[in-house]
């Protein structure tokens, strides 16, 4: 497939320019349901708020406890810019994936982190600073695994999940990049995609949102809860 260009070779507007989980899990549920399309992307943003809620409960609930935890839950639920959330855009759909990989990462659960992470990466491109998390709470996790006690074969099996982790992490910020690539032929057919949509793509900004989110006193509650 090529991407839709002018004569002048300037790229047209088209659908690489948007992540694709959004929309495929609208897509499934309007075919399974009946529904139209937007009352099916409604009821998606409305169980993907859900999820965020309970997720955020289960990240406070080990430092603050349940009353703190619901507290949180019911803060989110009522925000007065909650509303936005209910439209048919993918925002609460990737807040949904951002929550649950942090409520993993605190579980120390780097597999399902890691999976989770990639649903994030495919449904807006904001999933650089969270990849970054996941990373060092993976890399951090190396270490004790291969040096506990036991056989070679088992400390072998303790490190590859956290391994892996640290391997998806690394592509998944990419990974729609690289689909579009494969499949247009052109490296830059999601950011060139989104120019012709009027977004473009800053680098500086996107270091700068790592920075500050591995910089930030709370993120060390991510690798120590106790």
């Not at 807040?95 to 993993?104: D, E, I, M």
């Amino acid at each position: 497939a090529r991407l839709p260009t002018t004569v002048d070779g300037e790229v047209l507007a088209n659908v690489w320019a948007f992540f694709p989980a959004f929309p495929f899990a609208a897509g499934v549920l309007a075919r399974v349901s009946g529904l139209s399309f937007v009352w099916s992307a409604l009821a998606v943003n409305l169980a993907a708020g859900a999820i965020v809620a309970v997720c955020l409960a289960a990240m406070v609930r080990p430092f603050a406890g349940d009353q703190a935890a619901a507290r949180a839950a019911t803060l989110w639920a009522f925000l007065p810019t909650a509303f936005l959330l209910h439209v048919p855009y993918s925002e609460a759909v990737h807040l949904a994936f951002v929550a649950a990989c942090l409520a993993a990462v605190v579980r120390g659960r780097m597999g399902l982190a890691a999976l989770l992470l990639v649903g994030a990466a495919l449904s807006r491109g904001a999933a650089l600073p969270l990849a970054g998390a996941v990373i060092v709470r993976a890399a951090m996790s190396l270490g004790p695994a291969w040096s506990a006690r036991g056989p070679i074969a088992t400390r072998r099996a303790r490190w590859l999940v956290p391994g892996a982790a640290l391997v998806i992490s690394a592509l998944a910020p990419w990974l729609w990049m690289l689909v579009a690539w494969r499949v247009t032929g052109r490296i830059d057919a999601v950011t060139a995609s989104q120019g012709a949509w009027g977004v473009r793509l800053d680098p500086s900004a996107m270091v700068l949102a790592l920075r500050a989110n591995l910089a930030h006193d709370g993120i060390a509650l991510l690798f120590n809860p106790s």
